[in-house]
């Protein structure tokens, strides 16, 4: 038998309707739980107790100062509220207020310390000892030291000006240098052209290949002159001798070879490499000869692919300063020939540093292309070139980028044999000698019919924002 259904009242079925859109649309178990005041309490208890008991204590130092020497708190950098749609008002507007910390106080006084706490105060002074008595002068009066030199010099004048404003930055216009042109392509290598150097007399210049062999050029026509062989690999660093008629030259061979000029022979070898070279160099007063290669043994200033610099001491033996603001590796150095800086750079940007620290001076940006060589001269030309043939002429005390070409390659190579591998300036700081891919050597020089009217300085001083935050 069918039970019988229970009929209700209009009333009562209005009423359940209206309940179930309430817990339908008013449903408020997803939002969060009321704070519990307990609870809070006990969780900055924890806190402070685990992670602020040994420098809580600090907060009481201030308690001996007088009122006017506490410093006030400033709240904000402008008389103006800083969320957006907030009106001026006496309580919104920014004052200086003295800091209240009143229940952090009785918070952090009502903690009970731990027993392994007990235990390090009992064998361990406490570092408000230590500075009260270094605080204490000769006449026995303890003070407290100021916290900042700015309230040094805001106690010494009474002032209420702990800051002054600054000084609006103002950018250098940079220096007018005429553009560079070819003036004349060299061949004869039969293999990538890998260094180059200039003899101090500035008559001639020895390039090292990938043939294996070191010729010399004479500078002023472009003739080959000598030609030495002795390398079993690439020859990678060549450096002349300023004192004597030697030529060094050092390659992926492990082999330092030392060329008397006179008789055109190796009369040196120096051994202790255990892998390839790529680098040398002379000092400019005595007869040191700095090398290094791929087994990590470098002296001086060496830049590495472990993107890292280093200023190296020469009389400890020792690093003495490393750089780490290259993202990847650092493939090019030079040093400027009359200021005491010198430059990096690395697939990411170039980087100006200063003596004898490594002090920061500048980025140069715009070259997008890995960097393999750098030059400069005593007109504060800054060249670099890259693998793809490119090459950005810069302002050294600016970092303005002048120019930019593109090297050509000769003809019968391909057009991805446009990289430049070295390159220098000549005594006179008036031809720049780049070498190549495509196995030639090129010599570029100054326009010597271009003027500011012509080639006039693009330049815009760029609008520094200082950010808030």
Not at 195 to 220: H, M, Y
Not at 324 to 330: A, W
Request: charged share 25%; hydrophobic share 35%.
């Amino acid at each position: 038998m069918a039970e019988d259904i229970v009929k209700h009242s209009v009333h009562t079925l209005v009423f359940r309707s209206l309940k179930r859109s309430h817990d339908m649309f008013l449903y408020d178990n997803s939002l969060p739980l009321k704070r519990d005041e307990k609870s809070d309490q006990v969780k900055k208890s924890c806190k402070i107790r685990d992670e602020y008991f040994m420098v809580k204590d600090f907060a009481s130092a201030k308690e001996n100062l007088p009122v006017s020497d506490i410093p006030p708190l400033i709240e904000g950098a402008h008389p103006y509220p800083s969320a957006a749609g907030v009106a001026l008002t006496p309580e919104t507007a920014a004052n200086r207020t003295q800091p209240s910390h009143t229940g952090v106080q009785q918070l952090m006084s009502s903690l009970p310390p731990t027993d392994s706490q007990l235990s390090a105060g009992k064998e361990s002074v406490s570092i408000m000892e230590i500075q009260k008595k270094a605080l204490v002068p000769a006449g026995g009066k303890e003070k407290m030291a100021p916290s900042s030199k700015a309230l040094v010099a805001a106690e010494g004048t009474k002032s209420t000006a702990l800051m002054q404003q600054r000084k609006a930055t103002s950018l250098p216009k940079p220096q007018w240098h005429p553009p560079w042109k070819l003036m004349r392509v060299i061949s004869g290598h039969t293999g990538w052209v890998r260094s180059v150097t200039v003899e101090p007399g500035n008559q001639w210049f020895a390039t090292g290949s990938a043939d294996r062999t070191i010729k010399i050029w004479e500078l002023g026509s472009g003739k080959l002159k000598l030609s030495l062989t002795g390398h079993i690999s690439t020859v990678r660093g060549l450096a002349v001798s300023s004192r004597q008629p030697y030529l060094f030259s050092c390659g992926e061979d492990k082999q330092v070879k030392c060329w008397d000029l006179e008789y055109n022979k190796v009369v040196r070898h120096y051994h202790g490499h255990l892998s390839a070279i790529y680098s040398l160099d002379l000092h400019p007063t005595i007869d040191v000869l700095f090398t290094c290669g791929r087994d990590a043994t470098t002296r001086v200033i060496t830049g590495s692919h472990d993107c890292t610099i280093r200023l190296w001491d020469l009389a400890a033996g020792k690093s003495k300063v490393t750089l780490t603001n290259h993202k990847k590796s650092i493939r090019a150095l030079v040093l400027h020939p009359t200021q005491f800086s010198f430059a990096s750079a690395s697939p990411d940007n170039i980087k100006q540093w200063k003596f004898p620290d490594g002090n920061f001076l500048q980025n140069l940006i715009g070259h997008n292309s890995i960097v393999n060589c750098m030059a400069v001269n005593s007109d504060d030309v800054l060249v670099s070139g890259g693998d793809n043939g490119t090459m950005h002429f810069w302002d050294w005390k600016t970092g303005y980028n002048f120019q930019r070409s593109q090297a050509s390659v000769q003809p019968g190579s391909l057009d991805s044999e446009a990289g430049i591998f070295a390159m220098t300036f000549d005594l006179s700081s008036s031809r720049l000698i780049t070498c190549e891919a495509d196995k030639t050597i090129k010599i570029y020089k100054e326009d010597d019919t271009a003027s500011e009217e012509t080639h006039p300085v693009n330049w815009k001083p760029e609008i520094l924002k200082r950010k808030r935050y």
